[in-house]
């Protein structure tokens, strides 16, 4: 069984990177780390970094870290890939030293086409504490993507990757976590017409942080898409907003948390609006609309 710390890092494609970059920083509230050709990399928790912003033509999702337990994980997770007969390679030493890892090894989750890398950090990987502006976020919380093949995509991460479910919304939308990773979920995986990256959520410290970000929204004129609300299977309140290229961002505070030892089994809620918001809010037609999964092709197993 493979065994993870948590969702790491997510890296997202956007189209006038000084733009996002600007608002990544001063609207969503994350700490600038450091910048080269064609990418930005911010932190909100104290790993070296948690957010990538690539300048790129689509906007959308280009790959997202998960952090290992330890290195041993990496035979388990190679074992787990060859057993599937999905291909995956380990990144070179210069890839991994300009991430900060120890090692790292890559993968393309067949059914949604989303990137995934498996990683621990190098022992010298800086760990400074965030340095919050206005919003005290704690840490990036999860990641949701849709495909038309949700169905084997979820048993894909139950299966092969060892995620455990939380809770499901009908046949519509799986939450699940990267075990034994406490949270709720760090992963949703939903139906829907074709792949799509569908939102990057950041959980934060305070309810005060949600009231105080509709505002900064409204005051800085990013849309509100959802929100705010609660939802009904993490119980967390949240506010759904649009970066600057229309990709979906999330803040979200209070989430259950389950034990690793006898966590309790997952609920099936109905497929219907009050399962995912208790408060009534409004959906925007733009709410999740935009985010290519960027598709990269791995043709061997390596390692
Ligand atoms: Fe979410």
Redesign the pocket.
Same mark, same amino acid.
């Given at each position: 069984m493979i065994r993870y710390r948590k969702l790491g890092y997510v890296e997202l494609n956007v189209s006038d990177l000084a733009r996002s970059r600007a608002f990544y920083e001063e609207m969503v509230g994350l700490q600038l780390v450091d910048e080269g050709p064609g990418f930005v990399r911010f932190r909100c928790d104290s790993d070296p970094y948690s957010v990538v912003l690539h300048q790129a033509p689509a906007p959308g999702y280009k790959c997202a870290g998960l952090m290992l337990e330890d290195e041993r994980q990496f035979d388990v997770l190679h074992e787990r890939l060859r057993a599937a007969k999905v291909a995956f390679e380990e990144l070179p030493p210069d890839a991994c030293a300009h991430k900060w890892a120890k090692r790292i090894t890559r993968m393309v989750e067949p059914y949604s086409g989303a990137t995934l890398e498996f990683y621990v950090l190098a022992p010298d990987a800086p760990r400074p504490a965030f340095q919050p502006t206005h919003t005290k976020i704690q840490r990036i $919380? %999860?990641i949701?993507f849709t495909t038309p093949q949700s169905t084997e995509s979820t048993r894909f991460f139950l299966d092969v990757l060892n995620f455990r479910a939380s809770d499901a919304v009908g046949e519509f939308i799986t939450f699940m976590r990267p075990f034994p990773s406490p949270y709720h979920h760090g992963l $949703?995986v939903a139906r829907g017409p074709r792949p799509l990256f569908h %939102?990057l959520?950041l959980m934060v410290t305070e309810f005060d942080d949600i009231g105080r970000g509709l505002n900064r929204c409204n005051r800085m004129g990013a849309p509100i898409v959802f929100g705010p609300g609660r %939802?009904v299977a993490s119980g967390s309140a949240?506010l759904y907003y649009l970066d600057p290229d229309g990709i979906t961002l999330?803040y979200?505070f209070g989430m259950e948390e389950f034990p690793e030892v006898n966590p309790r089994p997952p609920n099936v809620l109905p497929p219907k609006p009050e399962s995912i918001d208790t408060w009534g809010a409004p959906q925007d037609p733009r709410f999740a609309t935009i985010g290519e999964i960027e598709r990269r092709v791995i043709e061997t197993a390596r390692a």
């Open positions: $919380g %999860h949701v $949703g %939102h959520n %939802h949240f999330e979200s």
